[in-house]
Nanobody, 114 residues
């Protein structure tokens, strides 16, 4: 079955950086468009960045110029490099297919605060 395991979150000061990782299993990762999502209590889930099977990337306006999505198909792993972090980036971050099913991993918490 599908499994998604996110890691790499933490507490960071404004202006800092984090690199999130997502290890996927249970489907053909290399053929699947993937995305990073984030959710803050009381707000709708936001799609932050996507990457196609051909490595074409797209970003939400809030992430452009600061975040970089990438993938390593040999390792079934996707990454999100986040630089110049802001307090408003505080959220729980999840990875999933661009067309997600019902399964979601546990996510990884990112907190940006001084």
């Amino acid at each position: 079955q599908v499994q998604l395991v996110e890691s790499g979150g933490g507490l960071v000061q404004p202006g800092g950086s984090l690199r999130l990782s997502c290890v996927a299993s249970g489907y053909i990762f290399s053929l699947t468009a993937m995305g990073w999502y984030r959710r803050t209590p009381g707000k709708q889930r936001e799609l932050v960045a996507t990457i196609t099977s051909g490595d074409k990337t797209n970003y939400a306006e809030s992430a452009k110029g600061r975040f970089t999505i990438s993938r390593d198909n040999a390792q079934n792993t996707m990454y999100l490099q986040m630089n110049s972090l802001k307090p408003e980036d505080t959220a729980r971050y999840y990875c999933n297919k661009v067309v997600p099913g019902n399964y979601w991993g546990q996510g990884t918490q990112v907190t940006v605060a001084s």
